[in-house]
């Protein structure tokens, strides 16, 4: 069965039905949410080599528009899942790979501390922060907007390095890790469903082989993954605020709204 037709199948059987819900009602679209996993949606962008749909950005933008047609909320968590996963299977271990193939788990950003605004300038203390102690590592941060907060099975985390010196550091942070709160009524910029809210670490352990990359090369990831996945699927007003969050992010120049951004 090709994506197209596994699409429309979950389009009219599952999605539709549940926008009313998510869109009135401001409910998680579970049900949706679950039904792109069994369609082999949440894995279609995943390496074909872990057991993935071997898709691109084009194919996978495609999806977000149709599904953001017919439910909103669905559309953000998947699109932010899409981003996340851009990291997740060049970085990731392979039972994680095979897991997102397989659509048995949801991710989702974590990019944005809470007091960056658009201009990328954080209030005082807001960075995310990491400390690490032998082999364990203790994130501490306040991340705002974030979709699907409390219903994702993983954060794509940012802090600061290790070394705390400028830059960042990406981690996969696990949404049953003792030490992260989510307020009972999400907080945030998002469609109405789409659990978009705070995500809050104070501070949350995770093993030291949860970063995602090099420590201090998040930016870099970021600006060529995570940046040209969302400007492909815009939603008013988040790309540009995750490029004017990491804008300030060790000096590095982010290009603005309607700049060429780097491709994958």
């Given at each position: 069965m090709s994506y197209r037709t596994a699409l429309a199948h979950v389009m009219s059987s599952v999605i539709g039905p549940?926008?009313?819900?998510?869109g009135r009602r401001a409910r998680f679209p579970r049900a949706a949410v679950s039904a792109l996993g069994h369609a082999g949606l949440l894995g279609l962008t995943v390496s074909a080599e872990a057991g993935g749909g071997g898709r691109g950005l084009t194919e996978a933008a495609e999806?977000?528009?149709?599904?953001?047609?017919?439910?909103?909320?669905t559309g953000?968590?998947?699109?932010?899942?899409?981003?996340?996963?851009?990291?997740?299977?060049?970085?990731?271990?392979?039972?994680?790979?095979?897991?997102?193939?397989?659509?048995?788990?949801?991710?989702?950003?974590?990019?944005?501390?809470?007091?960056?605004?658009?201009?990328?300038?954080?209030?005082?203390?807001?960075?995310?922060?990491a400390a690490r102690t032998g082999e364990v590592v203790a994130l501490s941060a306040r991340k705002r907007d974030v979709v699907g907060a409390g219903e994702a099975d993983s954060y794509l985390w940012s802090s600061r390095p290790v070394d705390g010196h400028e830059g960042m550091t990406l981690w996969l942070v696990p949404a049953d890790a003792a030490g992260l709160f989510?307020?009972?009524?999400?907080?945030?910029?998002?469609?109405?469903?789409?659990?978009?809210?705070?995500?809050?670490?104070?501070?949350?352990?995770?093993?030291?082989?949860?970063?995602?990359?090099?420590?201090?090369?998040?930016?870099?990831?970021?600006?060529?993954?995570?940046?040209?996945?969302?400007?492909?699927?815009?939603?008013?007003?988040?790309a540009e605020d995750l490029a004017g969050a990491v804008r300030g992010r060790g000096g590095a120049a982010v290009p603005a709204a309607g700049d060429r951004l780097p491709a994958l």
């Open positions: 549940c926008a009313e819900q998510a999806v977000v528009r149709e599904v953001s047609r017919a439910c909103p909320a953000a968590v998947l699109r932010s899942h899409y981003a996340a996963v851009a990291v997740l299977d060049p970085y990731g271990s392979p039972w994680l790979r095979r897991r997102i193939a397989a659509g048995e788990h949801l991710s989702t950003l974590a990019l944005t501390d809470a007091g960056e605004g658009a201009a990328g300038a954080p209030a005082p203390g807001t960075r995310s922060t989510v307020p009972a009524r999400p907080d945030g910029e998002g469609p109405r469903g789409s659990a978009t809210s705070t995500v809050c670490a104070d501070p949350v352990l995770v093993p030291a082989g949860a970063m995602l990359g090099p420590n201090g090369g998040g930016l870099d990831i970021v600006l060529g993954s995570v940046l040209p996945w969302l400007a492909a699927t815009p939603v008013a007003g988040r």
